[in-house]
C-alpha cells in the first residue's frame, strides 16, 4: 500500500489494517444485506481481527490507552456479546482490571445470568464493543448493566459507522463513545488508496446519512 503508517492518524492506520485483513470491504456493484434488512456498501467484521496477532496486538493496545485517557477510574470491563467479548478481556488483561461479559437476553437455564462475571453494585465499568452502527443493541447492554447497580462511564469499541441514528441514541443514553477508527477515516484512506474515486464517495455519504433508505 501507498500510504506511509508513521504519517497517518491513529483512526487511519487501524482503518487500513482492517481494510488489509479485508475484516472492512467497500462494494458499491455488490451491496452486502445486513441483519437488519438494510442494502449496505461497506461490511465491517472486526472478528477477524482475532486471527491476525499484530492487528490484535494494535487493538489490545489502543483499547487500553483509549481506557486510560477517557475513563481514568474505570473498575471494571464488560464486552458485549458476542463480539465485544474477544477484546474487552484482552483489554482487561492487559489493565489487570475485572471482565464481565453481557448477554442479550438472559440465560435459560441454569442461574438465568445475563452478565456472566463478578461485578459489585456500583462498580465503576467501561463497555467495550466492537462494532457501532444503529448503537441500539451496545445501549441496551448499559442499560442492564445499569439496572445491577452499574456506573457505566462510557463505551470503547473498534469501529463506528457514525451514523446520525447512533450519535443521537448515544447523546439520549447520556453516554460517551469513544472508538479506535470509523467511517470518515475509512474514506480518508480509501481515496488514498484509490479503493473509491469521487463519484463513489458521494454515493457511500448517501448511504451514510440514510442507511435505511439507501439503494444503488
Not at 85 to 114: C, T, W
Not at 120 to 137: M, R
Not at 162 to 177: C, I, Q, T, V, Y
Amino acid at each position: 500500500m501507498s500510504v506511509a503508517l508513521a504519517s497517518m492518524s491513529t483512526q487511519k492506520r487501524f482503518a487500513e489494517k482492517l481494510l488489509q485483513i479485508k475484516a472492512l470491504q467497500i462494494n458499491l456493484q455488490q451491496p452486502y444485506k445486513w441483519a437488519s434488512g438494510w442494502n449496505a456498501p461497506v461490511y465491517c467484521d472486526n472478528r477477524k481481527v482475532l486471527s491476525y496477532p499484530y492487528t490484535r496486538d494494535f487493538v489490545k493496545s489502543e483499547l487500553a490507552n483509549m481506557i486510560l485517557e477517557h475513563f481514568p477510574d474505570a473498575e471494571v470491563i464488560a464486552g458485549v456479546a458476542t463480539a465485544g467479548i474477544a477484546h474487552g478481556v484482552l483489554a482487561a488483561d492487559l489493565m489487570k482490571l475485572p471482565f464481565v461479559y453481557v448477554r442479550s437476553k438472559p440465560k435459560e437455564h441454569g442461574m438465568g445470568n445475563q452478565i456472566e462475571g463478578v461485578m459489585k453494585k456500583g462498580a465503576k465499568v467501561v463497555v467495550v464493543e466492537d462494532l457501532i452502527s444503529t448503537g441500539k443493541s451496545s445501549l441496551e447492554v448499559v442499560e442492564v448493566l445499569r439496572v445491577q447497580g452499574a456506573e457505566v462511564l462510557g463505551m470503547c469499541g473498534l469501529f463506528t459507522y457514525g451514523f446520525p441514528a447512533a450519535d443521537e441514541a448515544f447523546e439520549k443514553a447520556n453516554l460517551k463513545l469513544h472508538t479506535i477508527s470509523n467511517y470518515t477515516a475509512l474514506m480518508e484512506v480509501a481515496e488514498e488508496l484509490q479503493l473509491v474515486d469521487p463519484n463513489q464517495k458521494v454515493k457511500l455519504a448517501e448511504w451514510r446519512t440514510s442507511p435505511s433508505t439507501w439503494s444503488i
